[in-house]
């Protein structure tokens, strides 16, 4: 066997080996704990913030809780939530992620509750490129015994909206581009309106790796 031969087979062997990577199926998690518990409502408490935008936690628990509805669970709502939290001294997500699991079940009558975190939020922007980012992680523990049901993760940017302007005209068209999405997420709050997208991502429903389908869902128990 020739040396470029041998080198040949080497490349095409790491090929099949990279593709065949790719295609492994995503692993579904261990819900066991998740369907023993059998979660029917769910609070969704004030997501953490670590950015350094002072809306992101507003702007992502907002969205939070249409994907949770639709897919068919109860959610408490947050309006309620919040203002029993003012009433009784708790004003920030920091101090309300300390409240213990009976404590919040007690007061709630809640299953489960979200306890999120907001690790990107807002506009990043470069010499030639301009973009909105929102990241988060989420854990759904069950407030009669503190164990973890489920955990997940989502993030979306801008150009998920799918209505930002093409760059042209090469560097200049790219740096034109990049000034005036920064504008229009200014001007439009579009951090908002990724939180949407990245909730959806987050609180996905369903196979291979998202919450299970709630008693309200018409799909439930067959996952």
């Known amino acids: 066997m020739t040396l470029s031969r041998f ?30 518990a ?41 309006t309620v939530e919040m203002e029993t939290f003012r009433q009784n001294g708790l004003d920030t997500p920091d101090d309300i992620a300390q409240v213990s699991a009976p404590k919040l079940q007690s007061i709630f009558g809640a299953d489960a509750a979200l306890y999120t975190t907001v690790t990107a939020y807002g506009s990043v922007y470069h010499v030639v490129s301009s973009d909105t980012v929102v990241t988060a992680s989420t854990k759904l523990i069950d407030l009669k015994t503190g164990s973890v049901l489920w955990s997940g993760t989502g993030t979306a940017s801008g150009r998920d909206l799918g209505d930002r302007p093409a760059a042209g005209g090469g560097v200049i068209g790219m740096l034109v581009s990049a000034a005036v999405n920064q504008a229009v997420n200014n001007l439009t709050d579009e ?19 998202g919450l299970l389908y709630g008693p309200r869902s018409v799909k439930y128990g067959t996952d």
Do not use: W
């Open 191 to 209: 951090s908002f309106r990724v939180s949407r997208i990245t909730a959806e991502r987050l609180l996905r429903v369903g196979p291979p790796d």
């Open 38 to 78: 059998k979660p029917r409502s769910i609070l969704i408490l004030p997501p953490v913030n670590h950015t350094h935008d002072v809306n992101a936690s507003n702007g992502l628990v907002a969205q939070m809780t249409q994907p949770l509805a639709e897919g068919g669970y109860y959610v408490v709502p947050v």
């Open 7 to 36: 080198f040949r087979m080497g490349a095409c062997s790491a090929l099949l080996l990279t593709l065949a990577a790719c295609a492994t199926p995503t692993q579904a998690p261990d819900y066991t704990a998740f369907r023993s």
